[in-house]
């Protein structure tokens, strides 16, 4: 009888301590599951923003698009994260990560550590829709890097009755110069027709342009920071029809400039500014055309390797 019950006591701790391993392998399996998938969540996050972040500074700087989107993933990510962000174009960054977690119950069943990965990639995608740009028709044309161009033209430049003036959101000088100040604050879009203003407006004009002037007075095309007011937005139109009243002009893109002064009076008044490539917030779509406004925006990073691998 005792050798029964002893052989029954015996039995109960196998089964305990089976039941006890498995146990733990649960809490393995939940825990530390539970902690890879928390830190994988984070470092796709991490390279997601990495990414984005590298891509503002094409397509002008390749190289400092690498710096950048290594130091938001630094500051973001984990000491021991390995990170690497490569550039293959001018206007692509991909970012891939490896993160090693310490797992906790896993430890018991010998398992000491597992890594998790994550890969991101961010483009740059001509705009089709854009917020703040200000009241300049600037004619469509193959703009080069750093030139100088007439954002809004004079009777010097050969015309008359329209110099390129818009009238967006409503017309008259006080919305035309407002405009000027702050950007237009509702979205054009490529396809969208606008109206010009009538005359040269070349009053509203200085104390528009004079105002961006003054508030980045040293700013140069070499040194000036992106979200300076010197950076201007202008809508591409197809053509300026050449005589009086208001004419509607259609839009064909969007283009970026370093606003470097107004001068002339009357008729005569103009404003220049030199062609810049700029990275925005704004809509994107496939038929946007080219022409130097870019916004950032996520791809799948195998998108990317497969573009590369066909060219």
Known sequence: MMRFISDQRGSIAVMIGLALTTLIGF???????????????????VVDAAALAGVQDLPV????????????????????????????????????????VDLIFAKVLGLTSADVRARAAAVLKPVSGVIGVVPFG????????????NLKV??????????????????????????IKFGYDAKLSVGQ???????????GTTEGVRYRLNLDPTATFQTVEKGSPRIVIVPLIESITNDTGRHDAKIVGFAGFFLEG?????????VSGKFMQ???????????PDTGVYSATLVPYESVAANLAAQ
């Open 27 to 45: 809490a393995a399996i939940v825990v530390d599951a539970g902690l890879l998938y928390l830190n994988r969540v984070e470092l796709v996050n």
């Open 61 to 100: 700087d390749t190289v400092k698009a690498a710096v950048s989107g290594q130091a938001y993933a630094a500051q973001n990510g984990h000491p021991g994260d390995v990170v690497a962000v490569n550039v293959p174009t001018s206007r692509a960054v991909t970012v891939s990560a490896v993160r090693t």
């Open 138 to 149: 600037v004619v469509k044309q193959d703009f080069i890097y750093g030139q100088t161009y």
């Open 154 to 179: 004079g009777a010097g430049d050969g015309y008359s009755g329209n110099y390129a003036a818009l009238a967006l959101g409503g017309t008259g000088s006080r919305n035309y110069t407002d405009n």
């Open 193 to 203: 027709w606008v109206s010009t203003e009538t005359g040269n407006m070349s009053g």
């Open 262 to 270: 107004v001068a002339g009076s009357g008729n005569l008044n103009y």
């Open 278 to 288: 700029v990275v925005v917030a704004g809509d994107v779509s496939g038929t946007a």
